[in-house]
Every structure is written in C-alpha cells, then in structure tokens.
C-alpha cells in the first residue's frame, strides 16, 4: 500500500471523493477508525490502515458527520469529529515529511504527544468546538432544505463545500516532532 502523502488537489476533488464514497471498503475503513474510541487503537488503525491517510477520506468523516447530526446522532457525530481531528492532524504533520516519505512515519509521534493530559484536554476542547460547528451547519442545511421543499426545489446534494473549514494547528498549535 501506497501511504505517501500526494498533496490535496483541487482539480477532480469532487470526482474523486464520489470514487472513494463508492468504495464500500475504503468506507468500511474509515467509518470503523471513527467508532473506535481508545487512543491505542487509532494508532495501530492507522499504522495498519494507512489508506485512508488521505483527503478523501476526510472528506468522507466530514460529510458522514454533517449526516449524523441531520441524523440526530449528535454522540456518534462528537466521536466521528475526535477521529476526524485526529486524522487530519496526523495528515498535516505528514505534508511536512519529504515526498518520498511515508505517512506513517507521524502516526506514532503524534499519538505520543496527544496521550499528554493537556493535548488530550486540548483535543476534547477543539473535538467540542467543531461539533458545535456541524450542529450549525446541520441546522442551517435543515433550513434550505425546507426552503427548497418550499418553493418545489429538487433534493439538495451534499457536497464537501457545505462543510465548514477546519482549522489548522489543532493541539495547541503546536508541532509534532517526528524525530
């Protein structure tokens, strides 16, 4: 398997996270990381599962996300917004490693820092801040799909541009360091 980080891309984003989403295995994969809730078995998931180290795959738990909450599944969106976090952490830190490196090489370190008590606390934090951010998201979406129900307008799709945007530097905003 090939885990190197190949840099997002916005040409066929759209394209390719259909493809993934089509991709009954690749889902499969994602969506057990995200129900998994011990810090050790994140780790290994991904040092085993390095797959779904990549953009499309955080595109699929965002867009899962936003479906939980519509959902009214607002506990399993929270534990899907933890592992997205940490999966895309784990991902940025990977863009700092030479191309030819592979993604994994952060997996550890990063899961070394985050089991500190105030990374973890840090991480509870921002895991709440962003659930707060697709529980909006959810409402708002649950408005224009009653506006469009409305005015006879066709089902709306959603797409990874009605996400809201992380933000980057998640854990304190600190580094990882992979040495």
């Known amino acids: 398997?090939?885990?190197?980080?190949?840099?997002?891309?916005?040409?066929?984003?759209?394209?390719?996270?259909?493809?993934?989403?089509?991709?009954?295995?690749?889902v499969e994969l994602c969506d057990g990381y995200c129900r998994l809730t011990a810090m050790d078995d994140s780790e290994m998931y991904l040092l085993d599962h390095p797959e779904i180290m990549k953009e499309e795959a955080a595109g699929h738990i965002l867009l899962t996300m936003l479906d939980l909450e519509m959902n009214g599944k607002t506990a399993d969106m929270k534990q899907y917004c933890r592992q997205y976090l940490?999966?895309?952490?784990v991902m940025d830190l990977a863009?700092?490693?030479?191309?030819?490196?592979?993604?994994?090489?952060?997996?550890?370190?990063?899961?070394?820092?985050?089991?500190?008590?105030?990374k973890t606390a840090q991480l509870n934090f921002e895991t709440n801040q962003f659930a707060s951010r697709i529980q909006e998201r959810a409402v708002q979406k649950r408005k224009e799909e009653a506006d469009r129900a409305e005015n006879g307008e066709e089902?709306?799709?959603v797409e990874q541009t009605d996400m809201p945007e992380e933000e980057e530097g998640f854990v304190g905003g600190e580094d990882v360091d992979v040495d």
């Open 1 to 26: 398997i090939n885990a190197e980080y190949m840099g997002p891309s916005k040409e066929n984003d759209g394209e390719r996270l259909m493809q993934f989403r089509e991709s009954k295995t690749l």
């Open 155 to 157: 089902e709306f799709v």
């Open 86 to 89: 940490m999966l895309r952490n």
């Open 95 to 118: 863009k700092e490693l030479p191309k030819s490196s592979d993604m994994r090489e952060v997996v550890r370190p990063f899961f070394k820092q985050i089991t500190e008590p105030e």
